[in-house]
């Protein structure tokens, strides 16, 4: 691994990111629309049912967290699919960057527009609603850490399948996380989904960490087995995630998929 | 110039399903030495440099660069080696300055600034530094991808068509550039063009691809003696049916392409022969162009075998 390689990820997409109208639209306006939305909403649910905080605090809570989590795998897939836009793969991959650069590259990057995007979201939450997401206090962090493995592993996939299959799926970056969006239980209890599909959710991190959030809000206890399960399986799905990265990305050399990208 | 090897390839081959891209081919290219890549669209050129590059994986064959194999040491490799292809593009909505200091960064240039201002000026570029590179024209942007590809001071360059869409003064000095680096250092070169002229000028030996086969190796000048006839062509003042007649009697393939103008084929040795006869014919000579053959010449046989 070499840093300079890296940083020369992080700057290529930073400079992107002072550019694009798009990307600074992504990374700061579709989260602000959420929050203000969102915040209306949930005010108009406690004027029917008078449960103000802790509707709250499992809404807004919910809503920012999935931010992390939606921000975190484009971030990964987007980044390769705007060198295939530009027709800068080759010149990419031409250069000593090798491709795990690519990827940890683009994972720094995603932490700092996750904390640029997080630091508007909080402050209008607190500004407009009164909400502090550091009500949830020291649990917030592993739950946050686990979120963004989660997304990570999908974003590595995402990006592997892309360079394999080329930009034919490449709505894939866009789509892909919201197949678990249902099932991750953000604004609901996972005991609202039917049983069968209560077992599938079992096996997403994101599903213990949104159940160990509300355990946090609802009795004050930490959720430690949420957590235990959220980190192993984060630790299975990022392994096979890049083992499965490697794999695509060899085939793309094989096939000469990854030489004809843009198309 | 140096008998020490850069490029060693060896059985090279890359199947594409049923489709063969690059069969069995197998060349080198010496320290200091330019060698162009020819060969018409779909011969394999590409494909060939894009495994030089680790780009694509070959099927068969061995590719070894500054004596070590491609697909084990990849990045020591790539840190000497420069490519820049007309083909490519940057990040269109980042600067050309800020598209050149993230490509030093991929180079190990721990401060690129400096020696992208020194290339900037060099290429009359400087003033463009802080435009965005989607808004270039494509002269321009391909001089700002060959910056890129100079930018860490490559021992070897991969080169595929650094002329293409520039005009012909640009061009001229692009080219003046690559001899100025090949005079002050030693830089091994790769080089596709379809400007016959200038691969003419710049390699020190062409290599023909032909459906992925190396179908010539040899020095700009060896090539074209491999082709015989030169094309003679004639302005002439006579009857149109007595130069018919001529060619007819001494068996001459004859184009009139105006009434007074005839070109035709013939052994470099017969010229001489075919304008005597003429002139013996009664018929008046007014101008005389006598055409040896170019490496256009030898790209065309070469090219339409294929067809044949």
Redesign the interface.
């Known amino acids: 691994m070499n840093r300079l390689h890296i940083k020369g990820v992080i700057l290529e997409h930073l400079y992107h990111l002072r550019h694009s109208i798009e990307d600074l639209t992504d990374t700061f306006f579709w989260p602000t629309m959420d929050v203000i939305i969102w915040g209306f909403m949930t005010t108009y649910f406690v004027g029917l049912s008078g449960t103000l905080p802790t509707v709250i605090t499992f809404l807004l809570g919910g809503l920012i967290l999935w931010n992390v989590v939606w921000r975190a795998q484009q971030d990964v897939s987007i980044a390769l699919l705007r060198g295939a836009w530009n027709r800068n793969i080759i010149n990419l991959f031409s250069s000593p960057l090798t491709p795990w650069e690519f990827i940890i590259g683009t994972i720094i990057l995603g932490f700092i527009k996750i904390f640029l995007t997080l630091g508007v979201v909080v402050t209008l939450a607190w500004f407009l609603w009164s909400y502090n997401i550091f009500d949830l206090g020291f649990a917030l962090i592993p739950f946050f850490v686990n979120l963004i493995l989660f997304a990570w592993s999908i974003g590595i996939i995402v990006t592997g399948l892309i360079v394999r299959f080329g930009m034919r799926i490449q709505s894939l970056a866009w789509s892909l996380i919201l197949i678990f969006h249902p099932l991750s239980c953000v604004f609901y209890p996972l005991d609202t989904l039917p049983s069968f599909l209560q077992k599938v959710a079992w096996y997403l991190p994101t599903a213990h960490v949104f159940e160990g959030m509300r355990q946090v809000l609802a009795e004050g206890s930490f959720p430690y087995s949420h957590l235990i399960w959220a980190g192993g399986l984060n630790i299975i799905y990022l392994s096979c995630a890049s083992i499965l990265f490697y794999f695509l990305f060899e085939k793309a050399r094989e096939s000469g998929a990854l030489a004809r990208l843009p198309e | 110039m140096s008998q020490k090897y850069i490029i060693e390839v060896s059985k090279l081959s ?1 199947k ?1 399903g049923k489709f063969t891209a690059v069969n069995n081919i197998s060349f080198s290219i010496r320290e200091g030495e330019t060698v162009g890549l020819l060969g018409p669209n779909g011969a394999g050129k ?2 060939t440099i ?1 495994m030089l ?5 070959p099927t068969s064959g061995s590719i070894r660069i500054f004596s070590k194999d491609i697909q084990t040491h ?3 490799i ?2 000497k ?1 420069g ?1 820049s ?1 007309a ?9 050309v300055r ?1 598209n050149l ?10 401060n690129p600034e400096g020696k992208i201002i020194k290339l900037l000026t060099e290429f009359s570029m400087d003033k463009l530094k802080n435009k ?1 590179y989607g808004a270039l024209s494509s002269g321009q942007k391909t001089r700002v ?1 060959l910056i ?1 590809g100079l930018m860490h001071n490559p021992k070897l360059l ?1 080169l595929d068509e650094p002329t293409a869409s520039l005009d012909p003064d640009i061009a001229e000095r692009v080219r003046e550039f690559l001899f100025t680096i090949r005079r002050k250092r030693i830089i091994s070169m790769l080089y596709t063009s379809h400007n016959m002229e200038e691969v003419a000028q710049m390699c020190d030996r062409i290599i023909f691809l032909h459906e992925g086969k190396i179908v010539a190796d040899d020095t700009p000048l060896e090539l074209t003696k491999t082709i015989e006839d030169s094309l003679l062509t004639i302005h002439f003042d006579a009857p149109l049916k007595d130069i018919k007649k001529f060619a007819e009697y001494k068996g001459l393939s004859v184009k009139i392409p105006q009434p007074n103008i005839m070109t035709t084929k013939v052994s470099t040795e017969k010229v001489g022969e075919v304008l005597t006869s003429l002139a013996a014919a009664g018929v008046k000579l007014v101008d005389v162009d006598i055409a040896k053959p170019n490496l256009e010449d030898v790209f065309l046989k070469f090219a339409r075998k294929k067809k044949k």
């Open positions: 890359k594409f590409t494909t894009n590059l680790g780009i694509i994986k990849r990045g020591e790539l840190e080696t490519f292809s083909y490519t593009s940057m990040q269109s909505r980042l600067s800020e200091i993230v490509f030093g960064h991929y180079y190990g240039l721990k965005l991808n890129r991969l």
